[in-house]
């Protein structure tokens, strides 16, 4: 295993992955002087814009991973779906500071109850369905209402149902089990959803943003807001399971723990992403470094700086429906940090870029981006 510490201007950096984090990613690498080569399967991907080349090739292509990785001098990547045993293999050839462990945990729901449990975290109570049997059994324990979730793969909605009462869809739920293994877990009576991301570097030298609040539109992302509006209890108790967490999974570079805050003050870890955070985009012109530049310097065995906060922000997502108006919108508002990811196909619901607004009242900036008629559908 190739296992350098530090990684200086000059050199290469290799990313997995071509869409928005990685684009994110490459162009503060590049800010910082390295090179950055892109695997993805889309020729001409968000992140291959801003990047000095391009592999294409699918992500499980072994051949291109080696190839790529006989070519950068670190290799990161940008989400947690890229094959474990196959980053193994690469690390022959190149440095991978992050390891595996990380995402071994995070790629598999059972896994990553199993740690969160195993170590004490608070999770929602949840059954493993293999057959429409385990998904009744589970009902009559849990109750409603409950969410159905695929064990493997899935991101903004997709792979899950919610079941509210007895009149859910039958048919749906089987087909979702025919799938492969899910979870069946509670829903917890919310008050609100929030995040954390953190960064390390190989010798856990951590540096913490501030928590950040998430509500979700048809479970995609709609709008965040730094800091997040909770008390210093749940505050504190949050970021002390933040950094343990990050701890036992040998953190390097950027993760994110989603957690559920139940209306009664109780806090709940929901989910571990092993990588930047559609949350944390706020980060980049809202705190002193952002999510991304604590990515690169986590890998590259930089010094980890102290997290400041410069302003309160809103960071609101547009889709597909809504980049066209919002381009026009820009010609009205001088407050929009406008970022487009460069996608040749817009559909709905895609997540095509996003804006982030500085502001020194959050509550009025959230009404007015939900007056807008951009995001009213």
């Known amino acids: 295993m190739i296992l350098n510490r530090n990684h200086l ?44 080349e391009q592999i294409v090739a699918k992500y499980d292509n072994l051949d291109s991973l080696i190839e790529l990785s006989k070519k950068c001098d670190v290799l990161t990547y940008e989400f947690e779906n890229v094959d474990a045993e196959t980053i193994e293999e690469i690390t022959k050839y190149t440095d991978v500071p992050q390891g595996t462990k990380a995402l071994i945990v995070t790629q598999n729901r059972i896994r990553e109850k199993n740690f969160l449990s195993e170590n004490n975290f608070p999770i929602v109570p949840h059954t493993i369905v293999k057959t429409f049997n385990d998904f009744q059994n589970g009902l009559e324990d849990l109750k409603y209402p409950v969410i159905l979730k695929t064990v493997e793969g899935g991101y903004d909605g997709k792979g899950q149902i919610l079941i509210d009462n007895e009149s859910f869809d039958e048919s749906a ?17 919310l008050l609100k959803e929030v995040s954390i991301v953190i960064s390390s570097n190989l010798d856990q030298n951590h540096s913490i943003f501030p928590m950040i609040e998430n509500k979700h539109h048809n479970n995609i992302l709609h709008i965040s807001n730094c ?23 040998n953190l390097v570079g950027t993760l994110c723990v989603e957690f559920f805050i139940s209306k009664d003050q109780k806090i709940y870890v929901n989910e571990i992403a092993p990588r930047p955070h559609n949350s944390g985009h706020l980060t980049i012109e809202a705190c002193n470094i952002s999510q991304f530049d604590a990515h690169i310097r986590g890998i590259c065995g930089w010094p980890m700086p ?11 997502n547009l889709l597909g429906q809504h980049i066209k108006a919002a381009k026009t919108g820009l010609l009205k508002h001088t407050e929009w940090n406008f970022h487009d990811y460069g996608k040749d196909i817009c559909k709905i619901n895609r997540k095509m870029g996003h804006i982030t607004i500085l502001s020194k009242d959050t509550e009025k900036t959230i009404n007015d981006l939900k007056q807008n008629s951009i995001w009213k559908d």
């Open 9 to 52: 201007p000059g050199e290469t950096i290799g990313i997995i992955g071509g869409g928005q984090l990685g684009q994110m990613m490459a162009a503060t690498a590049k800010e910082k002087g390295y090179k950055v080569i892109i695997l993805d399967p889309i020729k001409n991907c968000s992140a291959a814009q801003v990047s000095d």
């Open 173 to 189: 739920v089987k087909k979702l089990i025919k799938l492969g293994t899910c979870i069946l877990e509670s829903k917890i009576d």
């Open 227 to 249: 800091p997040a509006r909770v008390n210093d209890e749940v505050a504190e108790e949050s970021y002390k399971i933040a950094r343990q967490i990050a701890r036992l999974l």
């Open 306 to 316: 102290k997290i400041e906060l410069f302003s309160s922000a809103v960071m609101i």
